[in-house]
């Protein structure tokens, strides 16, 4: 009896067919879970008090009462401001306070003293001081939202720096490449899973200060919004408006990653991108 070979790479047949009905299996396992969890949520009326939980229906219908009156998507747009001016400014100060550190062991010696002490410190200890400095308005919770996001972005930034592969330095000084040269073409381009990394990480940081600030320095925005339906124990509208800054950081998410899509594509499976 004479067997057929299979030539190396290929793959057997039905293969194809087998993956599209496991990633089915996979959605309809996902589909099945979340219908099932929002009919116990739904259920749970009978058993519990609607002030304690609200259920899907009553989600949605204060949703539908928060668009109708224009308050959830004036917060979001003010959200959305607040953090690209805090998160924006902590980038371009962090990346760059981390390249110098990463590069240069004199500024390291100075600045990681300092990097450090922020980085441990409870960030909410410092709301008080950001009302004495920058008042209540718009530039507290830009200043916050900066102070909270930048630190990781520094820590991410100057490990990259420092983990380049010892090969690439050579081959580029092997080249004639001036430092200027080097940290442009070998050093940044070898840290940038780590600073997409650490941009993650500070962008969960960022619009956590976000709502702090909108809680506690200003009344604005998606925090001030949650706040206001939780004092008046409107359970419903809180739930729509915690879903909304859920889905609100998602897009956050996804802009970077399509960032990283859009001109980072040969980092997709770096150790480092896989953290």
């Not at 793959?11 to 929002?38: E, F, Q, Y």
Request: glycine share 10%; net charge positive.
């Amino acid at each position: 009896m004479s067997k057929t070979a299979i030539l190396p790479g290929s793959r057997p047949a039905g293969s194809l067919s087998a993956r599209l009905a496991a990633l089915w299996r996979a959605d309809a396992v996902r589909l099945g879970s979340l219908v099932g969890l929002l009919v116990v949520w739904q259920l749970s009326a009978f058993v519990l008090d609607p002030i304690l939980i609200a259920t899907p229906t009553r989600v949605v219908a204060g949703f539908v009462r928060l668009l109708a009156n224009g308050s959830l998507e004036g917060a979001f747009l003010q959200s959305l401001f607040d953090m690209l001016l805090g998160f924006g400014a902590a980038s371009v100060v962090g990346i760059a306070l981390g390249v110098f550190m990463g590069r240069y062991l004199s500024v390291e010696a100075v600045f990681s003293p300092y990097v450090s002490f922020m980085n441990a410190t409870p960030t909410i200890a410092l709301l008080p001081l950001m009302i004495i400095w920058f008042g209540t308005g718009l530039w507290s919770r830009v200043a916050f939202i900066f102070v909270v996001s930048m630190w990781t972005l520094v820590i991410n930034t100057m490990i990259g720096m420092k983990n380049v592969n010892r090969g690439y330095l050579e081959a580029g000084l092997a080249f004639g490449l001036t430092e200027p040269q080097i940290v442009r073409l070998v050093i940044l381009p070898a840290a940038v899973p780590y600073v997409l990394a650490g941009m993650r990480i500070a962008l969960a940081q960022g619009v956590t200060g976000m709502i702090l600030a909108g809680t506690e320095l200003s009344q604005a925005g998606l925090g001030d919004l949650m706040t206001s339906m939780g004092d008046y124990f409107q359970t419903g509208r809180y739930m729509s408006a915690l879903i909304t800054t859920t889905i609100y950081a998602v897009l956050l998410f996804a802009g970077l990653r399509w960032v990283q899509g859009r001109w980072f594509r040969w980092i997709a499976g770096s150790a480092a991108q896989q953290r």
